[in-house]
């Protein structure tokens, strides 16, 4: 399908927000039109920054409007190794910025024979990985982080940075396609949704559930001026600055909201009974 205008405006924040974060970089060469790679700096200091776009032209129709399809998972992968390799033997990691605005992972019958499962995992175990050797992992989100698009890409960031906008959504599934499955209409799920955050689109309801470090509001999401590229900058330096404060790479920090007391439970217990068993 092709892209319409309304698609390009709501599927250009990726972009626009690596470039602008990125003034004097240039994408790596050997990556797909659909994954920008730019080494700059945050704070001084080197940094690698990732984003997935729309490509128009991508070979797999399915993955032509920003979504992360086959090509797309390795090339994330690759990214993230190939800045883990260069810096094995530093003892200061550079950090690895995902810039997400992603509409979902790419469906289709040629994604699921050649293995879209792969390459998914294996961007997701690349920034696991960088997060585990000391690379500070932080993602920033500025628009759509939808399904499998986002476990791939960001959702194992150190810190993750949400804009606070409307058109910035967190969730597992389109609402279509929510309703389709659950056999109701879209009018009955965003009801649900007003009473149960997890089942809801809006940043805010997911900020609730604990897995966002800051949410932050900006003047002009589609086209940042000075004042909110400024806001993230600083937003992503205060971030580096916590992560490198953190001994621990890990993720419980997401467990701290009360939204979150249940999963700490089940957490808890099922370590007790398994170290009851051992």
């Known amino acids: 399908g092709s892209l319409t205008m309304a698609n390009l405006v709501e599927s250009a924040r990726g972009a626009t927000w690596l470039a602008a974060l990125t003034p004097r970089g240039e994408a790596l060469p050997g990556?797909?039109?659909?994954?920008?790679?730019?080494?700059?700096?945050?704070?001084?200091?080197?940094?690698?920054?990732?984003?997935?776009?729309?490509?128009?032209?991508?070979?797999?129709?399915?993955?032509?409007?920003?979504?992360?399809?086959?090509?797309?998972?390795?090339?994330?992968?690759r990214a993230v190794r190939e800045c883990m390799a260069a810096d094995a033997a530093s003892v200061i990691r550079r950090p690895i910025v995902a810039v997400i605005d992603v509409t979902s992972q790419a469906y289709g019958r040629r994604e699921e024979a050649y293995g879209i499962h792969q390459a998914l995992a294996g961007a997701a175990a690349a920034y696991a990985d960088a997060r585990l050797a000391g690379h500070p992992v932080i993602g920033l989100i500025v628009g759509k982080a939808m399904s499998g698009a986002l476990l791939a890409h960001g959702y194992q960031a150190n810190r993750l940075i949400a804009l606070d906008d409307p058109q910035v959504m967190v969730h597992a599934m389109g609402k279509?396609?929510?309703?389709?499955?659950?056999?109701?209409?879209?009018?009955?799920?965003?009801?649900?949704?007003?009473?149960?955050?997890?089942?809801?689109?809006?940043?805010?309801?997911?900020?609730?559930?604990?897995?966002?470090?800051?949410?932050?509001?900006?003047?002009?999401?589609?086209?940042?001026?000075?004042?909110?590229?400024?806001?993230?900058?600083?937003?992503?330096?205060?971030?580096?600055?916590?992560?490198?404060?953190?001994?621990?790479?890990?993720?419980?920090?997401?467990?701290?909201?009360?939204?979150?007391?249940?999963?700490?439970?089940?957490?808890?217990?099922?370590?007790?009974?398994?170290?009851?068993?051992?």
């Open 31 to 77: 990556y797909p039109a659909s994954v920008r790679v730019v080494d700059g700096e945050l704070g001084g200091e080197p940094a690698r920054f990732i984003a997935v776009v729309p490509d128009p032209d991508n070979r797999f129709p399915r993955a032509r409007q920003g979504e992360v399809g086959l090509v797309e998972g390795w090339a994330l992968a």
């Open 176 to 278: 279509a396609a929510a309703a389709r499955v659950t056999l109701r209409s879209v009018e009955q799920l965003e009801a649900l949704a007003e009473t149960i955050p997890p089942m809801a689109y809006d940043i805010r309801s997911f900020a609730s559930l604990g897995i966002l470090w800051r949410l932050l509001r900006v003047a002009r999401p589609d086209l940042p001026g000075d004042d909110d590229l400024a806001r993230v900058n600083d937003c992503l330096l205060a971030a580096l600055a916590d992560i490198r404060r953190d001994a621990t790479p890990d993720l419980a920090g997401r467990l701290g909201q009360p939204a979150r007391q249940l999963s700490t439970q089940v957490r808890e217990r099922l370590r007790a009974s398994w170290e009851a068993q051992g």
